[in-house]
């Protein structure tokens, strides 16, 4: 199946900093991406919705001057978590939809990304 | 929102089928059953999709009902390897919309 990954794997920072997740496509191209993210124990929550060469869509809920992300080609989409706080500290996970697959297509997933804010 | 209902925990015998059932009454006629699963700490890792007829691959299997309002996922020689969490989405199949996950079901596989 494609691959996507995801950088870092782990961060750590202090509150207050940004932290940028990476979110490439390795083998295919992907004109959506999707972020989520997930606290322990919970399960996955939908954050945005990044299309390639426009702005993201946000779930309700999601703070976007917050959250910043950017779907800069079709292999890669970043996520900003600006002025981080403890209660950021979540797993976040992206993924990307085959721009070339057909009805029913599946998406793939990262690996996620574990951020914790001291 | 999720359309999706599951047990939240199961049990399994290693080397047993795991039969997971999903509740999907309110599912409409464009929607498509998908089934992934998360390994501790690990991203999701699709399964099985199917829209109305039933599906096998390597991995699993999917038994959707005639009505489609509920479905099953057949891992049939379970291993420790299978431990994990199952969701089961419903999502319209060629739009390329997001996956609204639900609570899943914490599958164990016991030795």
């Known amino acids: 199946g494609a691959v996507v990954s995801q950088h870092p794997s782990r961060v750590i920072c202090k509150s207050g900093t940004s932290v940028k997740i990476e979110c490439r496509s390795l083998d295919f191209q992907a004109t959506t991406m999707f972020w989520y993210r997930q606290f322990p124990k919970k399960s996955l929550m939908l954050m945005a919705t990044s299309n390639e060469g426009s702005k993201a869509t946000y779930e309700q809920g999601v703070e976007k001057d917050k959250f910043l992300i950017n779907h800069a080609s079709l292999t890669l989409s970043t996520l900003t978590v600006t002025s981080a706080h403890p209660e950021d500290s979540s797993f976040y996970i992206c993924?990307?939809?085959?721009?070339?697959?057909?009805?029913?297509?599946?998406?793939?997933f990262g690996p996620g990304t574990r951020l914790t804010v001291l | 929102d999720a359309k999706t209902t599951q047990p939240p925990s199961m049990d399994c015998a290693e080397g047993r089928a795991a039969n997971l059932p999903c509740n999907h009454s309110t599912i409409s006629g464009n929607e498509y059953v998908y089934w992934y699963r998360q390994i501790h700490s690990q991203g999701p890792q699709y399964i099985i999709h199917?829209?109305?007829n039933n599906e096998t691959n390597e991995m699993a299997s999917l038994i959707i009902t005639e009505d489609r309002k509920s479905s099953t996922l057949i891992l049939p020689h379970a291993t420790l390897r299978d431990t994990a969490v199952y969701y089961c989405i419903v999502r319209e199949g060629n739009t390329g919309n997001q996956f609204y996950f639900g609570t899943g079901t914490s599958l164990t596989v016991i030795p």
């Open positions: 199917g829209l109305k």
């Open positions: 993924s990307a939809r085959d721009v070339l697959a057909g009805m029913g297509n599946e998406q793939f």
